[in-house]
């Protein structure tokens, strides 16, 4: 620690050189020495004249940097005036302490980090101070000028810097300007364009819909006009196959024969058509009602094994000794069945076509999931994409005398939907085809809503 007192003007003119001699010393910089020799030199001059007035240097170690400690102690005189003490706190770091002893103000300038040792600070200190050399009022007010000169010239700087930086800030507020301008622009043109596309999609929409539905009302008028000569066509090719109608020559019953084949052949079409216009317009009303699984199989096998034709292929049906409970549209369900069991037998040339019906343990609420599994020709990988599309066929020689219209997969799924269910086919092509369907069962809650009326077409 190094300490003088302050006796004379003279003294007061040596602090300020001290001061910033020390402040030089310890690494601080230009505007932190004037600020500290400023506020020096006005504390020591107000308490000038106190008795016993002395001034101390000294490097304090703290936690982080370290501090310059500047002490003024005195032992009689006036406190500090409040003008003096406002003015140096405004530049450095002020504690005034006063009481019955000794009245003391300490200045506290923390120090930069720069690396030095508490030890080699405290050397450097006193090599600065300890000539304790003495200063003119002249060499106190050309220091003062010298101060107030860098002050004016870092002031410049700084005005000019600060004008370079409003310039530039200026030059890139016109940049965001004309970068937000340019980004409404284009948001605007987009949104024009995303506002015609939603209305061209939206006439599209109208299009379709308004195509569909003359779809529907086509299928649905020409099968009700076709169903009448048809039916005419099959009833008088009965009429004169019976027994009792004048008898027909061997060439005269086979084309009477081909006749009724054809009209039966047409009115299948005509019906797998309504069946088809219907479902797609929602207008199918659904019935649900518990179905006794062991009639329907009973059924179903009466009426497919009767007409399949194929000796070759067996058609096995479940031993349903304790069948799953099902609440459903019977009646669509049998169509689903016979439209996907008479599939399977029309592309099975040997071997067997395989009905399965069990509970489904993975669905919640319960549902029944029945399998056809066939050994035949399979549908190869690359048309299994197009198989539920209407009117589609897969091509190939199974075809040749297996006569379709490539309604009954997609006529299927679709009533499948319409009964909350799932249709999904798997197939290998050579070696058969597999299709799922799970139907829930209507008497539980179902997550989809399924509608259970509806109005007929």
Known sequence: MASFALVSTQDVFGLRRSAQQAAAALALDRQDQVRLATA?????????GCAGLEVSFAVAD?????SLVVTFVWSSGPPPTTESLGLAAKLVQIDHRSGSGARRVVVVQPLPADGTGTAERRARLLDVLKDGSRSTEADNLRAQTRDLIAALEETRAQREELQRLNDELEETNRGVLALYSELTQELETTNRGVLALHSELDDKRHQLQEASEAKTRFWTNISHELRTPVNSVVALSRLLLAPGSPPLTCDQRDQVELIASSGHTLLSLVSDLMDVAKAEAGHVEIHPAPVDLRLLVA?????????????????????????????????LLIRILRNLLSNALKFTERGEVR????ADPEQDPPAVLFTITDTGVGIPAEELDRVFEVFYQVRGSHQNGTGGTGLGLPYARTLAELLGGTLTLTSTAGAGTQVRVHLPDLSRPHPKGLATEGADA
């Open 299 to 331: 059924h179903l096998g009466g009426l497919l094994l009767s007409g399949h034709g194929h000796e070759n292929v067996t058609l096995v049906t479940p031993d349903l000794a304790h069948p799953p409970a099902l609440v459903t549209d019977e009646t």
């Open 355 to 358: 009905l399965d019906i069990t």
């Open 40 to 48: 020096l030199s006005e504390l020591g001059r107000d308490r000038l």
């Open 62 to 66: 703290d936690e982080q940097t370290g």
